[in-house]
């Protein structure tokens, strides 16, 4: 890879956010840019940068897939709005269900949301707006993994030979690609970001598509909603990295009231980790695995299983898909 990667004990944050303030304003100019935001630390600090670059001559939108928890949207909107960031949410389910539609290979569903998401979406809104530049926070663990083919992050184009000018109409701009998670954290603090963003978990990019495996339908994205909110609640107070909700393809035989139930599996993964390169279980005790499974057993429909990997990353990844 050419991009050289910038330790968090080499960090200056003050001379990185001037820096990248400097460059954002310098790539665009007198023009317009617009902003993905997604409400993670990477997006969010990203958000901050360009804003401070650019103020109003930023356009920031969230794109509202259906993939994302329930009620981001709405909620990230708001905590921006209280810090001066107008923020326009994109009614976008359609695009990205149409182009899910009948795709189980992992591959090929990131490829699906990429062009959804690139090509469909930010196409039109670019086209619209008159802006020439994409503002998007990818860091060098998306890249480190995508070129060494463990999986296709989908915001990875010209790391990939993708020239998003000719495909797409506009430039991207990555200020963050030479940081891991742990340094744009710190990046995002020093921003003013509040604790509930940039301390918050790690949510993948395409969101909960990488938690169902099989095919992705607003059904199936429902149930995993209903799973992923209750394993964030139960988990919130373990310190943990990442924790997170897996929806598998196999149905699997459970009983409810004396009868056959021939239901859903959930796997929960909850990791240690600082920068998502390396990873390992965390080893909850069974206090509180065991009221996490009766929840979404109970709370969640048609499921009848719940297990919990034990697996270290490598060879596992964090994400199923």
Not at 1 to 18: A, G, N, R
Not at 186 to 205: C, M
Not at 263 to 290: F, H, M, N
Request: overall charge negative; some cysteine; proline content about 5%.
């Amino acid at each position: 890879m050419d991009i050289k990667e910038i330790k968090l004990e080499d960090l200056d944050i003050q001379q990185f956010i001037e820096n990248k303030t400097k460059e954002i304003a310098s790539n665009v100019g007198d023009g317009l840019a617009v902003n993905a935001l997604s409400g993670g630390v990477d997006s969010s600090g990203v958000t901050m940068l360009g804003h401070k670059a650019l103020g109003d001559r930023l356009k920031t939108y969230f794109i509202d897939h259906g993939l994302m928890r329930k009620g981001e949207p709405q909620r990230i909107a708001s905590i921006f709005k209280n810090m001066g960031v107008a923020v326009e949410i994109v009614d976008a389910r359609k695009d990205f269900f149409r182009e899910l539609q009948g795709l189980t290979d992992p591959e090929e569903k990131r490829e699906a949301i990429t062009r959804a998401f690139y090509k469909e979406v930010f196409g039109r809104l670019v086209k619209d707006s008159g802006a020439k530049y994409l503002l998007q926070g990818t860091n060098y663990t998306d890249v480190e993994e995508t070129v060494a083919g463990i999986k296709r992050q989908h915001n990875i184009l010209e790391q990939l030979g993708i020239n998003t000018e000719e495909q797409y109409g506009y430039k991207v701009i990555e200020p963050l690609i030479e940081l891991r998670k742990s340094g744009v954290r710190e990046i995002a603090k020093a921003l003013g970001l509040p604790e509930e963003i940039y301390s918050r978990p790690p949510f993948p990019g395409p969101a909960l598509a990488t938690r169902v495996i099989g095919e992705i339908t607003p059904e199936r994205i429902e149930i995993i909603k209903i799973a992923t909110q209750i394993v964030e609640e139960q988990l919130s107070e373990t310190g943990a990295f990442q924790y997170l909700a897996i929806l598998h393809e196999d149905r699997v035989t459970g009983i409810r009231e004396g009868k056959r139930d021939f239901g859903l599996q959930i796997e929960v993964r909850c990791w240690e980790s600082t920068d998502a390169k390396i990873a390992a279980p965390t080893k909850l005790p069974y206090e509180i695995l065991e009221p996490l499974a009766e929840r979404i057993t109970k709370e969640v429909p048609g499921v009848v299983s719940v297990t919990y990997n034990i697996t270290k990353k490598p060879p596992s990844t964090i994400e199923a898909v």
